[in-house]
């Protein structure tokens, strides 16, 4: 279990993390998203050990994160976006050397190395120089020496960074099977990968946490996205008495026919959504409204995090606008 208590640090008179509280359970994969600049660096290099923060606490499986600690470090792996390596070293040298530096050794040291050598595909370029290996191929490097004595905690940074889709597709594989013991937090800006494989998404904003969801809770929506040449007045009238209906409000989305309007219809929270795409559609017929078209309004993860944008934009005109007057 990783649980993050009120954790803030600051670089000077910026602060970086602001206040940041969540909890992981084992065998989770947990998205850490946010815009560049948004905390999330520091708050991997937090989670590591790297860096302690201004106040606040991190405990993994009730062991407080601090400084120094060899001994808990051991049951970390991390993968920073831009992994510093050893381009003379050949894979097997660095592999050794950041064994080593976790406190692995001996016959404890060759099993793990060969283990996170197979686990990542490295076996013909075991032998290697670093600097002759493709940036994928030193990307599976990073990820090898993350792995390292089985950690119980493993932060990746942008962890499928240069791989080609077979190779994506291998290390999603690998990252499901590695949560089968771990706890995994991955940063990507890759939604898809999130989507992929994350049960759940934190998105930082300006070093505090927006939002904490599991990504099942996107898709059990309540909503109906309706796109029609009516007005808004003349839907109200045809739905309003309907038992299953609770709200109309004009929606942003896409319009795919010219003239037409595009709304949102919420449902009640007990209804079944396909049954009332059903009776919505016989309502607007039987009151002889177009349909352009009519189907489930699904939140995913890319739309929450452009609609969080949008609104932090929004605020950010409206404080500058305060700011002139």
């Known amino acids: 279990m990783l649980n993050v208590k009120s954790i803030s640090r600051r670089y000077g008179e910026l602060k970086a993390v602001d206040n940041v509280s969540f909890s992981i359970k084992p065998g989770e994969i947990v998205g850490l998203l946010g815009h560049n600049g948004a905390g ?10 790297y860096l302690e923060p201004d106040s606040g606490s991190i405990h993994l499986n009730d062991q407080l994160i601090q400084l120094g600690d060899k001994t808990l470090q051991r049951s970390l792996g991390y993968l920073p ?3 510093p390596v050893y381009p003379e070293l050949s894979v097997a040298s660095y592999l050794q050397y950041a064994a080593e530096l976790k406190g ?13 050598i197979e686990s990542t595909d490295l076996s013909d370029r075991f032998l290697s120089p670093i600097n002759t290996l493709s940036r994928g191929m030193k990307q599976r490097v990073g990820v090898a020496q993350a792995l390292l004595g089985t950690p119980s905690l493993l932060i990746l940074d942008e962890p499928t960074n240069g791989l080609d889709p077979a190779q994506t597709e291998q290390m999603r594989k690998l990252i499901k099977s590695i949560s089968e013991s771990a706890t995994v937090i991955l940063s990507t800006h890759i939604m898809q990968e999130v989507e992929a494989m994350c049960s759940r998404a934190l998105i930082i904003q300006q070093g505090q946490l927006a939002v904490d969801t599991p990504l099942d809770d996107l898709s059990d929506t ?11 007045q003349s839907l109200a009238d045809a739905l309003r008495h309907e038992p299953w ?4 409000t004009p929606s ?3 319009i795919t026919v010219e003239n037409a309007q595009a709304f949102s219809i919420e449902t ?3 209804v079944n959504i396909s049954d009332a795409i059903e009776q919505c559609a016989i309502a607007l017929v039987q009151k002889s409204i177009p349909i352009v078209s009519i189907q489930i309004d699904k939140q995913d993860l890319q739309t929450l995090f452009l609609e969080l944008t949008e609104h932090k934009a ?4 409206v404080r500058e606008v305060a700011d002139v007057a």
């Open 40 to 49: 999330k660096t520091t708050i991997m290099k937090l989670l590591s050990g």
């Open 81 to 83: 976006e831009n992994l």
């Open 104 to 116: 692995i050794k001996g016959k404890e040291q060759r099993h793990a190395i060969r283990s996170v």
């Open 222 to 232: 309540h909503q109906i996205s309706l796109q029609t040449t009516a007005d808004q």
């Open 245 to 248: 209906f609770a709200l109309l």
């Open 252 to 254: 942003n989305a896409n």
């Open 268 to 270: 009640q929270p007990d």
């Open 314 to 317: 929004q605020k950010n005109q």
